[in-house]
């Protein structure tokens, strides 16, 4: 079974950076798509970066180009969010997920199949 673990959320203030981290353990395919997701409350849950785990090619959300990086380290199963220049507007609960390699290229949830727990970010201005 496919098991995520997040960690790396806090509290920061806005111009700040924090890096999310997700361990994955459990799978016994190297070529998938791992993404991260956030949600605030009242908002739907928004795609915001993906890695194809075999191709290494990245997928952003519009409002996080320049700011965010998505990067994996192969040999500890784990793929991290650089996230810098961070706004009041990025505070959510921000979770990682895994699914079909293709699935990187539209970053709809309902695609992904596993789901780590969350860790929530907040963003003061």
């Known amino acids: 079974q496919v098991r995520l673990v997040e960690s790396g959320g806090g509290s920061v203030q806005a111009g700040g950076s924090l890096r999310l981290s997700c361990a994955a353990s459990g799978y016994t395919d190297s070529n998938f798509c791992m993404g991260w997701f956030r949600q605030a409350p009242g908002k739907e849950r928004e795609g915001v970066a993906g890695?194809?785990?075999?191709?290494?090619?990245?997928y952003y959300t519009s409002s996080v180009e320049g700011r965010f990086t998505i990067s994996q380290d192969n040999a500890k199963n784990t793929v991290y969010l650089q996230m810098n220049s961070l706004k009041p507007e990025d505070s959510a609960m921000y979770s990682c997920?895994?699914?079909?390699?293709?699935?990187?290229?539209?970053?709809?949830?309902?695609?992904?199949?596993?789901w780590g727990q969350g860790t929530q970010v907040t963003v003061s201005s």
């Open positions: 890695i194809g785990t075999a191709s290494g090619s990245t």
């Open positions: 997920a895994a699914g079909y390699p293709w699935v990187c290229g539209g970053m709809r949830y309902h695609d992904f199949a596993y």
